[in-house]
């Protein structure tokens, strides 16, 4: 139903990486939450020739 009424929205999972907060704080890992924003943003902003229906990273399509 979606496609029929809302044919310009894209669907994506995105996975954008350790993130360095308060959960991971502990262990010393993770990008800045800015870094992993970047990842986000870029897949919440793709054009209408861009992807959908898929799971990614900021190297591309993550099989699933």
């Known amino acids: 139903?979606?496609?029929t009424l809302m044919p310009d929205i894209k669907f994506n999972a995105v996975e954008p990486g350790t993130t360095a907060t308060d959960l991971t704080a502990a262990?010393?890992?993770g990008r800045?939450?800015?870094e992993s924003?970047?990842?986000v943003v870029r897949f919440a902003?793709?054009?209408a020739d861009g992807p959908t229906?898929?799971?990614r990273?900021?190297?591309g399509e993550i099989p699933w």
Do not use: I, K
Request: aromatic share 10%; proline share 5%; charged share 20%.
């Open 53 to 55: 229906g898929t799971f």
């Open 1 to 3: 139903m979606t496609v």
């Open 27 to 29: 262990f010393g890992v």
């Open 57 to 59: 990273d900021e190297n």
């Open 45 to 47: 902003t793709l054009g």
């Open 37 to 39: 924003a970047r990842v």
């Open 32 to 34: 800045t939450p800015e």
